[in-house]
């Protein structure tokens, strides 16, 4: 039974930042690739960005250079790091496993955390 667990979201004012977490167990989690995604109200729950076992990482276009995600395999832990955050990031965002070849479809996804609220004041 893999579980993911996100913390770290919250309220903040456009142009902050946020760092969110997401912790995994009950399996290897070195062998996995994460990712974050995100739904807002109203809309289809989309891909933010991956980082595969071996460090390498894919963002989505909307928050190229404002986002940075990075995993610490001795923590068991994924992380998202938002700056310079705008309204319209806000949404719930979920922490995803796989394992296998990258992926920006939610139905790729194996494993996925009960979500955290991120929402951006103007």
């Known amino acids: 039974q893999v579980q993911l667990v996100e913390s770290g979201g919250g309220l903040v004012q456009a142009g902050g930042s946020l760092r969110l977490s997401c912790a995994v167990s009950g399996r290897t989690f070195s062998v996995f690739r994460m990712a974050w995604f995100r739904q807002a109200p109203g809309r289809e729950r989309e891909f933010v960005a991956a980082?595969?076992?071996?460090?390498?990482?894919y963002y989505a276009n909307s928050v190229q250079g404002r986002f940075t995600i990075s995993r610490d395999n001795a923590k068991n832990t994924v992380y998202l790091q938002m700056n310079s955050l705008k309204p319209e990031d806000t949404a719930v965002y979920y922490c995803a496993a796989k394992s296998g070849i990258h992926s920006t479809a939610p139905a790729q996804y194996n494993y996925w955390g009960q979500g955290t609220q991120v929402t951006v004041s103007s």
């Open positions: 980082i595969s076992s071996g460090g390498a990482t």
